[in-house]
């Protein structure tokens, strides 16, 4: 399953809300899909899994949704520290990623 | 606290083998009901699953990596090591070890090593 991330870059300003999409080429098996948050330097951390539910410690400006083929990444109200790359990941079908979506700080 | 820590050289050369280990602590890989795995991600680029196995069950490999990579395990240091042969300037990335709970709707990639940077060049 391929996964399309959009945009490439979004750029915002704290205090904004932010949606981040990622689309699958085939329909996502169970809704299996997690998002992801790099910094530089950093390892990944998973923030969602089965497409809408926070992982242990994520705070409640993260939100996940979706179904099918279509997903986003909602974060309500940016804090300086959310400009990092997020990635969307399906694991209905083997494990495949996205490539990314950069949020920069405007 | 469980931790997982790459190691294994920082070069190799075209066509030879790239190995490394992961080293865990905090939990037991042949008692623990997770799945434990590699991941990659080119300097700048994305991130792409290589394999995963579970102590007593089956070893999963990404189907475009199978005909040249082996996860396996020593349960008496609680590590597990990768080896990818053949490699060539594509391989260069940093890698990754995780563990995941493998099955069901939980099966996110939830703890992450610090990552190791192999660069394939002569």
């Known amino acids: 399953i391929v996964l399309t991330q959009s945009p490439g870059t979004l750029s915002l300003s704290p205090g904004e809300r932010a949606t981040l999409s990622c689309r699958a080429s085939?329909?996502?098996?169970?809704?299996?899909l997690a998002w992801y948050q790099q910094k530089p330097g950093q390892a990944p951390r998973l923030l969602i899994y089965?497409?809408?539910s926070r992982a242990t410690g994520i705070p409640g400006r993260f939100n996940g949704g979706g179904s099918g083929t279509d997903f986003t990444l909602t974060i309500s109200r940016l804090e300086p520290e959310d400009f990092a790359v997020y990635y969307c990941q399906q694991y209905g079908n083997s494990y495949t990623f996205g490539q990314g979506t950069k949020l920069e700080m405007k | 606290q469980l931790q997982l820590q790459e190691s294994g050289p920082g070069l190799v050369k075209p066509s030879e083998t790239l190995s490394l280990t992961c080293t865990v602590s905090g939990d037991s890989i042949s008692s623990s009901n997770y799945y434990w795995g590699w991941i990659r991600q080119p300097p700048g680029k994305g991130l792409e699953w290589i394999g995963s196995f579970y102590y007593s069950g089956n070893t999963y490999y990404n189907p475009s990596l199978r005909s040249r990579v082996t996860i396996s395990v020593d349960t008496s240091k609680n590590q597990f090591s990768l080896n990818l042969n053949s490699v060539t300037a594509a391989d260069t990335a940093i890698h990754y070890c995780?563990?995941?709970?493998?099955?069901?709707?939980?099966?996110?990639?939830?703890?992450w090593g610090r990552g190791t940077m192999v660069t394939v060049s002569s």
């Open positions: 089965g497409a809408s």
């Open positions: 085939q329909i996502v098996s169970s809704n299996y």
């Open positions: 995780v563990r995941h709970p493998g099955t069901g709707r939980i099966d996110g990639f939830e703890i």
